[in-house]
């Protein structure tokens, strides 16, 4: 692994401890679902009450997920 | 007293306008020099190249919004900029009459958007004799939409036309773009009763189909993992949307797209209608020191980008294990009271893994700084300038490798039966350190889903923004 340590030195940041974690590709979870377009899931992209409901849920998460990264 | 000037007035700059001239327009003078005297909601030019949206909904005037906001506007192309201390301020060129006006400034924040390098690919672009369609801007997607009825015409009356659209440069950015546009415009084929006569095809630069240039995004789903590669190729393969990716255009002659691939083979492709997006580099302004030599090394990069507090000249590799490299509060590092926001910014690199070929050809989407990013950025930015002004330091940080971001890509515009994809994806530049799994990202926050739905995200989306940068009240309580 390259050495990044002259440039953070370079700008007066600490140097922070970490180590190089290699990417994980098992993280217990069945890798790569094939992914088709059933006529069920265009039944339910359209059905508009669930719809409705998917519309609330979206705004919620886009809402938490903005209060949950780092407010600047 | 303290002088801000605001290079430009898209997402990053009007939100660090607002923002400055909320917190500083009374006690401190708030100038924007922008070349558009109006606000431009961009991401609804889409709809506008389909014919879905009238232009002038997607516009609005700025200097009504600036006078209440205590913000000084002046609607000139900045030509040059003198950043040596003693002597800074920006020259710019008057729109309505070319008059040169000086302004000069104690804090500058500069947000003027990409300049539109059509000429990095010869024949791209509407303008100069170019043979594609572009809607990165208004009145290109003005044209865009003339020409796109124009062929609807033409298939109507029993004409099979090829249409191609996607990136036209090898490091071209902005696929989601095109993205949407290609999936309206198989909608409205549709709607139109002439999708038969119509072959489309998706040609982009990106490694694989849902790269983004953000290198995908991978969300958990009912316990499996689905990456918006299988997402996007499921989309394109119900609507009958062929792809073709690892491809750089470089060059287009009439009905003809001439490009190279990742493998370094060499081909062409014809096509009747194209909307390519063009590779993005900063605006060619002039930075001018005291005794009035070029100090543009000390602001941008070879490409016009502004310089700043990120770590410049890693390999992709090492980048990408150091997240901490990205910028955070967009300072440049040799002129302390210049910032820059959205696009302007020099990013230390791609997100996506960049790729060269046998023949040399960099073939490598460039990372978005659109939309949610520009915004955020134009925010920390214009809070930074607040504080150093009113505290004489900086608390305001924000790395794209800890921002979160959110997209909705329209399917089609209708509320009854369109539909979008709805992406959150945290952080936009991924954390291996923070997330440690194979996408570096946090898999409980990143998400991914279509439907009518998302349509009317996208449709609350344009009026809450366009109600936001209007300085509506209330328009803080919007997030970027």
Known sequence: ?72 | MSKIVVVGAGFAGHTAALYLGSKLGKQHEVTVISNRDVFAYIPSWVWVGVGHMAPEKTIFKLKPVYDRMNIKFIHAAVKEIHPDAGDQFVVGERAETGEAVRVEYDYLVIAPGPKLNFEGTPGLGPDGGGFTNSICSLPHAVQTRDNYLAAIERMKKGEKLKMVIGTGHPGATCQGAAFEYIINVHKDLVKQGVRENAELLWLSNEAAVGDFGVHGIDVKQNGKMLSSQEFIEAIFKDYGIKWQVQTGVTKVEEGLIHWENYAGEQGSTAFDFSMLIPQFKGQPMKYIGKDGGDVSAKVVNAAGFVLVDGIYGLSYDVLKRNPDAWPSSYQNPNYNNIFAAGIAFAPPGPISVPHTNKNGLAISAAPPRTGMVSGIIGRVVALNVVDLITKGRMTHYERMSEMVAACVASMGDSLWDGSAVTIVMHPVVPDEKRFPNESGRDLFVNHMEMGVAGAWMKFMLHYTFMWKFKALPGWKIIPE
């Open chain 1, 1 to 72: 692994m390259e050495s990044i340590e002259p440039f953070f030195k370079s700008f007066g940041t600490v140097i922070p401890d970490f180590a190089y974690v290699p990417m994980s590709r098992d993280i217990g979870i069945q890798r790569r679902l094939v992914m088709e377009i059933t006529p069920k899931d265009k039944f339910w992209m359209n059905f508009k009450l669930y719809q409705l409901w998917r519309f609330i849920v979206l705004n919620l998460k886009i809402l938490k997920a903005v209060d949950h990264s780092k407010r600047s």
